[in-house]
């Protein structure tokens, strides 16, 4: 087997292990609305998991000479976040039928814009659809995985744990960004 095929496989058995785990043994409720609430935050942190790496797999490589593994399965790792959200995406559905919540518009448009585009990332994360869309590939994943980074930082704006990791994943990105500006530059 190719390190490449092995290292897709470690990547879905141990983001499907988790979702399975988290979900499977979760503790119990005592009503339906916190056990959707449980599922819901347990798919947007793996999702989390799964997207940052995938978030800061090239500044690592650019600013440490590190993480040449997570450049190489970055495909991998964005799908699997892809799906763990659009089990987030099930909850949210769940949740929402159960409660009988009002989602404000607002809500629905931007968190609804992410899911589109964690679908059509996952979608086009495939060397046909490289080809195919040329520099608009680069365009269009960088746009979606910026857009879900703010969905991420906004919703965690007031979890320390969540705000931290956020802004210190887009230290990086920024970091490298500036840092290849610089190399290029005669
Ligand atoms: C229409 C779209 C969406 C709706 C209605 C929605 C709804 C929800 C709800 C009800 C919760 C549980 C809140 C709680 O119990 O504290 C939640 C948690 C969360 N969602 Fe979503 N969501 C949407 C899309 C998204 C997207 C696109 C992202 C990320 C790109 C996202 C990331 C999160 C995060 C980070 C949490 C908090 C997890 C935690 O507490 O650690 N959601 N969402």
Same mark, same amino acid.
């Given at each position: ?5 092995? !290292? ?14 988290? =979900?499977? &043994? %979760?503790? #119990?409720? /005592? ?46 790792? !964005? ?14 559905? =769940?949740? &929402? %039928?159960? #409660?009988? /919540? ?65 802004? %210190? ?18």
């Amino acid at each position: 087997m190719s390190a490449r095929r092995s !290292g897709r496989e470690l990547i879905f058995l141990v983001g499907i292990a988790s979702l399975l785990g988290c =979900l499977v &043994f %979760a503790p #119990t409720f /005592e009503t339906v609305k916190e056990g959707y609430g449980y599922g819901l935050r347990v798919t947007a942190r793996i999702t989390f998991v799964f997207f940052l790496l995938a978030y800061i797999a090239r500044p690592m490589v650019v600013l440490f000479r590190k993480g040449q593994w997570l450049v190489r399965h970055r495909r991998y790792l !964005g799908v699997m976040a892809a799906l763990s959200h659009t089990v987030h995406f099930g909850y949210v559905l =769940l949740y &929402f %039928a159960a #409660t009988g /919540e009002a989602l404000e518009v607002t809500t629905i448009i931007f968190g609804g814009l992410g899911f589109v585009f964690f679908w059509i990332m996952a979608l086009t994360s495939n060397d046909a659809s490289v080809r195919a869309l040329g520099m608009w590939w680069k365009r269009l994943h960088r746009t979606g995985m910026h857009y879900n980074w703010l969905i991420f930082a906004q919703t965690y704006l007031f979890t320390p744990w969540g705000i931290a990791v956020a802004l %210190a994943a887009g230290g990086l990105r920024l970091a490298a960004r500036i840092k290849q500006r610089r190399t290029r530059r005669p």
